[in-house]
């Protein structure tokens, strides 16, 4: 398995899609699906309905159709991304749920997870103030190197041209960049309930509190460590956490047990 890839399904386990990414993260149409998630049908038949009813607002059939297609191959609202799915139910806002969105359609869609913390957040380090599509083509020349591959066969240069406009294009819809012909860095905070959220993600799966504060993950939101510990310092002076660090030991206490209770509580 790649390097910090996340699990799953095994049948597609390193594959991308350029599709999806062409498509884009979908905010606001991923949003209105699952205001409309029925828990107790499966998801064909959910997409099914949602199409039919056309809560995405879709001018045509063929728009339609793609955005039933990302859905069923991007979540499993049932299982895995049923926190995410609750919180639009309960009518989160957008600036609190777009962080977990990315959260959990990186689960899945590998190729935007490796260009974050891999590419994005790196150029965002070094100083780099505006990218452009042409800067992404040697990243994705290289992506067979970093354990992923093509959906199907070599992309082309117009699909490599897709794919990288389709990378930068998701990573402003989160919120990460800004513009449009070039995308240019700007200020970026996550929301204090979107931070906890991710924390308590990352935290389900990580063994120690050190471990959580430098998680990679971390670098989908061009956080470093050093800024998740300000932030941990900031929410613990507000009483929204404990955090306490003497030397290598770190004593983190979140509000809840886990991501879907912290969903829950949002709900609240």
Partial sequence: MAWGQPVADRSRKDVVSSFTIIKGALVSES????????????????????????????????????LGWVLNRRFEPNVRDRPLVRMAQCGVDLAVWRPA?????????????????????PSFSEGVFRVRVDDVYPYLAAIAERGLTQDGKPWSEQTLKRVASGLLGIAAELGL??????????????PDEGFLYVLHAIADTERNGDEVIRSPEWQMYLYNPATVEQELLRLHQFRKLHYERAGSIVALSLPCESAAAYAEKLCA
């Fill in 101 to 121: 969105l990315l959260w959990h359609m990186t689960r899945d869609e590998f190729l935007v997870r490796d260009f974050l913390i891999n590419w994005l957040e």
């Fill in 31 to 66: 949003y209105a699906a699952f205001r409309q998630w029925d828990f107790t049908a499966d998801r064909r038949t959910n997409i099914a309905r949602l199409k039919d009813q056309n809560v995405f607002g879709a001018r045509s059939a063929n728009w339609l159709r793609d």
């Fill in 177 to 190: 960049l800004k513009g449009s012909a070039v995308r240019e860095f700007g200020h970026h905070h996550l």
